[in-house]
Nanobody, 124 residues
Framework: QVQLVESGGGLVQAGGSLRLSCAAS??????????LGWFRQAPGKEREFVAA????????LYSDSVKGRFSIFRDDPKKTMYLQMNLLKPEDTAVYYC???????????????WGQGTQVTVSS
């Protein structure tokens, strides 16, 4: 059974930083084709893509809104994925979700496995 558990969310002032973690179980984390992604959903808005990693981190993809500020990386022995968020803005406020797909990656919303989400609130 695949489980993804996010942590690290919280309240931060604009310009600050947070690091989110996503601990995985039930997945072969070192699989070359394992796609990992971060998504977010703000109140009243649809879930949107934030960042994705593939080929054990050799390939990464970011949304234009976070490019240059956020970084996705992973620790395969720990089966954990991270999202380092710097220069946070109030518009980054959302529930952040991690997602996994054993064979694909990208900005799609149809990842088969999702975490429960962690709240990030950025005050102005």
């Amino acid at each position: 059974q695949v489980q993804l558990v996010e942590s690290g969310g919280g309240l931060v002032q604009a310009g600050g930083s947070l690091r989110l973690s996503c601990a995985a179980s039930g997945l072969t984390f070192s699989t070359y084709t394992l796609g990992l992604g971060w998504f977010r959903q703000a109140p009243g808005k649809e879930r949107e893509f934030v960042a994705a990693s593939w080929k054990r981190g050799d390939s990464t993809l970011y949304s234009d809104s976070v490019k240059g500020r956020f970084s996705i990386f992973r620790d395969d022995p720990k089966k954990t994925m991270y999202l380092q968020m710097n220069l946070l803005k109030p518009e980054d406020t959302a529930v952040y979700y991690c997602a996994a797909d054993p064979s694909r990656w990208g900005a799609r919303l149809d990842y088969p496995y999702w975490g429960q989400g962690t709240q990030v609130t950025v005050s102005s």
